[in-house]
């Protein structure tokens, strides 16, 4: 089967660093992605980690450990319009992809 | 570059009625396209994968008699909601990819609101 997790809700303040998580079991694994995806919007593409380790991209930064399951996306210096939701996606087989519950983060001023 | 538009971005039709969702790659070619629904706080979930000139791909659990996929350019994916009634209400998005060293591009997305 395969399985996402990801908080459901969380709250930050403006100027702030956030650590969403996800952690996930699949039958197989070619690659991790984190998307934004503000309310009535499609996603929007923001990182994709498929050694492990940690990649950086300006204010976002996503982390990978393949034995253990898990990645984190790092936002630093929030900013109100960083309030959306955070969609982990394992890309599974071939192409396919499965999404997480995506985390609603709120950034308070 | 890598720009997916997607068409209509809204919808309200009737009961029983088909709806047509149109996917263009405006600027490369997509051999396979991705079609997803999204309900109302919830993530997204694949639908089937358009493969150009051949046939869909279906998850388990989505009726390809009611969701029918056409793929018949290297740009252009189109979801057909055939006989829809107010469960198929959702936010269905298309995604596709440039190349093996690209990320993959939404759609805007198609808020259908069946009444």
């Known amino acids: 089967g395969q399985n996402i997790d990801q908080p459901t809700e969380m709250t930050a303040t403006e100027g702030a660093i956030v650590q969403i998580n996800c952690t996930y079991q699949?039958?197989?694994?070619?690659?991790l992605f984190w998307y934004q995806q503000h309310a009535g919007e499609a996603p929007t593409f923001l990182s994709y980690?498929?050694?492990?380790g940690l990649e950086e991209k300006g204010r976002f930064s996503s982390f990978l450990s393949r034995s253990k399951g898990y990645s984190y996306l790092l936002l630093k210096e929030l900013q109100m319009k960083d309030s959306a939701s955070y969609l982990c996606?394992?890309?599974?087989?071939?192409?396919?992809?499965?999404f997480g519950p995506g985390t609603r983060l709120s950034v308070l001023p | 570059g890598a720009v997916v538009s997607q068409h209509p971005s809204r919808v309200i039709c009737k009961s029983g009625t088909s709806v047509k969702i149109e996917c263009r790659s405006l600027?490369?070619?997509?051999?396979?396209m991705f079609w997803y629904r999204q309900f109302p706080k919830q993530s997204l979930m694949l639908m089937a994968t358009?493969?150009?000139?051949?046939?869909?791909?279906?998850e388990q659990g989505v009726e390809k008699d009611k969701f029918l996929i056409n793929h018949a350019s290297l740009t252009l994916s189109t979801l057909t909601v055939t006989s829809a009634h107010p469960e198929d209400s959702s936010f269905y998005i298309c995604?596709?990819?440039?190349?093996?060293?690209?990320?993959?591009?939404f759609g805007s997305g198609t808020r259908l609101t069946v009444v």
């Open positions: 995604s596709a990819r440039r190349g093996r060293d690209y990320g993959y591009t």
């Open positions: 699949t039958s197989g694994f070619n690659g």
């Open positions: 980690n498929v050694l492990d």
């Open positions: 996606a394992v890309r599974v087989k071939g192409q396919n992809f499965v």
């Open positions: 600027d490369f070619q997509a051999t396979t």
């Open positions: 358009s493969n150009e000139g051949s046939k869909a791909t279906y």
